[in-house]
């Protein structure tokens, strides 16, 4: 949206630039008040829109929720806004890089971030598609993370998790489809997870060890939630920012957390 927004005031300023040298070859254009009203309205608008596109690039933007993966956390259709700086700034035109960050990601944090290639479906993939993603950070690198029947374990340490919900009561028994331990950790992390059936990751997961530079983020509506689990641990780079607060519906207006 951001891009959009820039080539959109990009374009915007160069009709701007070639009425300003209209009028200084054909005077009567320049004092014509239909002109002087159009350029008034046109130099305003170039103006807001690159403006606007440089705000939603490092700073704030706007963000709908696409599914009921967060639920109750955060409900399809809530809007709100993401903290786009305050994980460091991302360096235009570079793989992920980042400058003066205000802190680091921690679990807990609720995270925007750019559907992983892993995530897309196969026709996604052909159509090149572009998503962002919502979800909530439990992990950081070097973790080591497992669900036991629902439970999530961080470095063997159970997880008091009173914001997720958990639609289906019934509790799907795991299988190790892997003949070893570094294979199971292999998989996770290429991405290949999602070709295994449901029942055999959702409620029994792991053990796996989050690499460095990435996370693992899971839905607050857990059984119910197209995740790390199934598409490996989040790089940094794919990282947008930090949900906010809410602002639409105005009665469920509050900061997300």
């Known amino acids: 949206m951001e891009f959009k927004l820039f080539v959109a005031g990009v374009i915007v300023f160069i009709v701007t630039m070639m009425l300003l040298v209209a009028s200084k070859h054909f005077v009567s254009l320049s004092e014509s ?49 993401v903290n786009k700086f305050i994980y460091g700034i991302h360096v235009p035109f570079t793989d992920g890089k980042r400058l003066s960050k205000f802190k680091e990601i921690k679990r807990g944090d609720i995270v925007v971030f750019k559907c992983p290639p892993e995530a897309l479906s196969e026709q996604e993939k052909v159509e090149k598609a572009q998503k962002d993603f919502i979800k909530r950070c439990v992990a950081i690198g070097g973790d080591l993370v497992e669900i036991k029947d629902k439970k999530l374990f961080v470095n063997g340490n159970e997880v008091d998790e009173k914001y997720i919900t958990l639609g289906d009561k019934t509790v799907l028994n795991g299988f190790n489809l892997f003949q070893s331990q570094e ?75």
């Not at 046109?42 to 700073?59: G, R």
């Not at 780079?237 to 930090?242: D, H, P, S, T």
């Open 183 to 257: 294979e199971y950790q292999k998989s996770w992390e290429e991405g290949k997870f999602t070709t295994i059936p449901n029942i055999f990751i959702r409620d029994n997961f792991g053990p796996v060890k989050v690499p460095q530079d990435h996370y693992m983020v899971l839905g607050d509506n857990r059984d119910f939630s197209f995740d790390s689990r199934f598409w490996g641990p989040l790089p940094d780079k794919y990282i947008r920012g930090k949900a906010l607060f809410l602002y639409w519906p105005a009665k469920r207006f509050r900061i997300v957390k």
């Open 33 to 81: 008040t239909i002109f002087k009203t159009v350029y008034s309205w046109l130099d305003t608008a170039w103006n807001a829109l690159i403006i606007a596109s440089i705000v939603m690039f490092f700073v704030i933007q706007a963000f709908k929720i696409p599914s009921g993966s967060m639920r109750n956390t955060l409900l399809e259709g809530d809007h709100l806004f």
